[in-house]
């Protein structure tokens, strides 16, 4: 039953989030929202919904284990096998004008996040400034593109294309309110079931959010950049990873710190923080130095997420 649970969940929470984002895709459309605003928050950061209400859920459920490691084990997931993939899928050329923004704004972000992890606790003070930090990205990547058209701007549009929407307003926001609906339901009812999991298969709390839950919630994420690399838009595929782990980092930790403040696990104090920042700068240096990700090191990436996985899994008794 458990098992059923986290399944059910994660099913609802994959097809909610896919809903709400096509949704606000196609309600902004229709106010004229230009397409690279569209594409760096609607479709960029609106992949994450399932990460946020995810986390939150943990947090005011008494589970913040499963909070922290859910974005944490995304952000793992998103870089070495979610990019892994789409580089074994077609090799992936790099926007050097968005890599030195957006994956400067990345390398940020996760010093932060981990510098805030290792004090034991992520408080409201820690939450509030995450959440002034994403503002102030977001506010600066608009103003910047407005002044003139960037080829990191023609990433955010080839992003918001690449999704595309549900077409008319009028079915926009029904469709977003089922959204919503099927993911708050599906984050009860995955957390639920990992906590129980946790339980019956003894493993530490963490261990599941750093695992099935964090998989989970990186679905769509996975299917963007997949369907990115297939088209060729290797811009999109990068672009997607690392607007969704500035997302995580900032907004998602930010909002549930805000909400509830986390006691952080020591095994994600001790370990998986590392991991997250050791895999945040080998893309940027992989990424920086060749100017493209090939499949061979796309083929490194996921062997990394398996050993990574590997080592979790046989240290993951509570």
Do not use: H
């Not at 290792?118 to 407005?146: D, P, S």
């Not at 294309?161 to 089922?178: C, F, I, N, Y």
């Not at 695992?211 to 369907?227: F, H, K, N, Q, R």
């Not at 696990?265 to 001790?270: H, K, S």
């Amino acid at each position: 039953m458990d098992i059923v649970l986290v399944l059910a969940g994660l099913a609802a929470l994959i097809a909610g989030g896919e809903l709400l984002v096509r949704g606000a895709v196609a309600l902004a459309r229709r106010f004229g929202v230009s397409p690279m605003i569209i594409g760096l928050t609607f479709v960029g950061f609106g992949t994450s919904t399932p990460e946020l209400v995810t986390s939150l859920q943990a947090a005011l459920t008494g589970a913040p284990d499963i909070a922290l490691g859910n974005v944490v084990g995304s952000n793992i997931g998103n870089i070495l096998l979610i990019l892994g993939l789409a580089a074994l899928v077609r090799p992936m050329r790099v926007c050097p004008a968005a890599l030195r923004r957006d994956g400067g704004a990345l390398a940020l972000a996760t010093g932060l996040a981990v510098l805030a992890m290792l004090g034991g606790a992520l408080g409201r003070g820690a939450g509030a400034a995450g959440l002034a930090l994403l503002v102030a990205y977001l506010a600066y990547t608009i103003w910047q593109e407005r002044r003139a058209t960037t080829a990191a701007g023609e990433v955010y549009e080839a992003e918001a294309d690449t999704l595309g929407s549900v077409g008319r307003l009028w079915t926009a926001l029904p469709v977003m309110a089922l959204g919503l609906g099927l993911t708050l339901a599906g984050a009860k009812l995955l957390v639920a079931g990992a906590v129980a999991l946790a339980a019956a298969a003894g493993l530490s709390e963490a261990a599941i959010g750093l695992t099935v839950v964090a998989i989970g919630t990186s679905m769509p994420e996975l299917v963007t950049s997949l369907m990115a690399a297939r088209r060729g838009e290797s811009g999109v595929a990068i672009g997607n990873v690392i607007g969704s782990n500035i997302f995580n980092l900032l907004g998602i930790l930010g909002v549930t710190a805000l909400v509830q403040p986390l006691a952080v696990a020591e095994r994600i104090a001790g370990f998986d923080v590392w991991v997250m920042l050791a895999a945040t700068v080998g893309l940027i240096l992989v990424a920086w130095t060749g100017g493209r990700i090939t499949r061979a090191e796309g083929a490194v990436l996921a062997i990394c997420y398996g050993v990574y996985m590997t080592t979790l899994l046989l240290t993951a008794a509570a």
